[in-house]
C-alpha cells in the first residue's frame, strides 16, 4: 500500500476504495477523519498523500500523466465553498477553511512535491496569497497557473488554478519565475494543440467571438474538427478529443449538453443519486490535471534567478 487516502465523506470514501480494489488509482488505504485529526506520524512510510481526496481524480491524473505509483507525491483540493462566489462568501471565517490543518501536515512531514487545486475567481485570490506565502515561508518554491476546461478540449468552462510546490529537499534550485510561467503554459498550450489560454478565455474552432458560454451548437461547431495548427480539415481536433463521442442531450432551460455515450441521465429515483451528483461535482477535471502535471514534469529545475520578468 503506497498510497494514503483522506475523505470524509463515507459514499465517496466506499467509492475510492472501489477504485483501489480495481487497480484504478494506486494502491492505499482510506481514512474517513477530518484532516484535522490527522496526525504527521501516521503519515510515515505513504509514499503518496492525497488529501481532500474525493473519488481519486488526482491520483487518476498523477498516472495517466506517466507519474509512477512509487514516486512521492502529496495532492490536495481544498474546499473551494469559503471562496466561492456560489458560497455563502465567508472566505476565511468559513469553517470548510482547511488550508491550516494541511499546511501543518506539510511543513511537519515535508513532502518534496504538492500538487493542488482551486476555484479561479477574485474571491479565491487571498487564498492563494496565503497558501504561496505559507509555503514559501518553509522553504517550497510555489507557482500557480490558470486556465479553464475549455481551454484543453471540454465543453464547459470549468476554469481552475493549478499549483505546484518544490521542497528545497529535492529541487533546490527550482524555482517559479517569469521564465519558468512561460515554459508551462507553452506546455500546456502544445499538450492542447494550442487550445489553452492563461487569460481564461476560451476558444471553439469555426467560432470567432459570439457567447462563448452558449454550448448548444458545440456538438455541431466541435465535429468539424478545423482548429488552427491542428490536424486535417474535418478531423477530430482537440476541443472534442477526449470528449469526441458525447451524446448531445436537450434539457429543459433550451440548452444541450454532453453525456457520456450509452448512459442514462441521474433522475429521481436513481439508486445513490445524490452520492453520486455530490462526488462528481466536487471532482476535479482529470484531463486538465494531467495536462498540468505533464507540463511541470517536461519543465526542468532552472538556477534561482536565471530568468526574470
Known amino acids: 500500500m503506497t498510497a494514503f487516502y483522506n475523505e470524509i465523506d463515507p459514499y465517496a470514501a466506499q467509492w475510492l476504495r472501489n477504485l483501489i480494489a480495481a487497480g484504478h488509482i494506486a494502491p492505499g488505504i482510506v481514512d474517513e477523519r477530518s484532516i484535522e485529526d490527522v496526525r504527521p ?100 518554491a510555489f507557482g500557480a497557473l490558470a486556465f479553464p476546461s475549455a481551454g484543453i478540449g471540454a465543453p464547459h468552462i470549468r476554469d481552475r488554478t493549478y499549483w505546484v510546490a518544490h521542497s528545497d529537499s529535492e529541487h533546490g534550485n527550482w524555482s517559479w519565475d517569469f521564465g519558468t510561467r512561460r515554459r508551462i503554459e507553452d506546455s500546456i498550450r502544445r499538450e492542447s494543440c494550442g487550445m489553452a489560454d492563461a487569460d481564461h478565455s476560451e476558444r471553439r474552432p469555426g467560432a470567432a467571438g459570439g457567447d462563448q458560454r452558449d454550448r448548444q451548437d458545440a456538438g455541431r461547431q466541435e465535429s468539424s474538427g478545423d482548429a488552427q495548427g491542428c490536424g486535417e480539415p474535418g478531423a477530430p481536433g482537440p476541443v472534442n478529443g477526449f470528449w469526441r463521442g458525447a451524446d448531445w442531450i436537450g434539457c429543459r432551460d433550451g440548452r444541450w449538453r454532453p453525456i457520456k455515450p450509452g448512459s442514462t441521465a441521474l433522475a429521481n429515483g436513481s439508486p445513490s443519486r445524490v452520492g453520486r451528483l455530490r462526488a462528481y461535482g466536487n471532482a476535479i477535471n482529470a484531463q486538465a490535471a494531467q495536462i498540468f502535471i505533464e507540463s511541470v514534469m517536461s519543465t526542468p529545475p532552472q538556477p534561482q534567478g536565471g530568468d526574470t520578468p
Do not use: M
Open 41 to 140: 506520524d501516521e503519515l510515515a512510510g505513504y509514499t503518496q498523500c492525497h488529501f481532500f481526496a474525493g473519488i481519486g481524480v488526482w491520483s487518476l491524473a498523477l498516472r495517466n500523466a506517466g507519474w509512477a505509483d512509487d514516486r512521492p507525491v502529496w495532492t490536495g483540493s481544498c474546499p473551494c465553498q469559503p471562496f466561492s462566489e456560489a458560497g455563502k462568501g465567508l472566505g476565511f471565517a468559513d469553517q470548510r477553511h482547511l488550508w491550516p490543518a494541511w499546511q501543518h501536515l506539510i511543513s511537519q512531514c515535508r513532502p518534496p512535491i504538492l500538487f493542488g487545486e482551486q476555484v479561479s475567481k477574485k474571491n479565491a485570490e487571498p487564498w492563494l496569497d496565503l497558501v504561496h506565502d505559507d509555503l514559501e515561508a518553509v522553504g517550497y
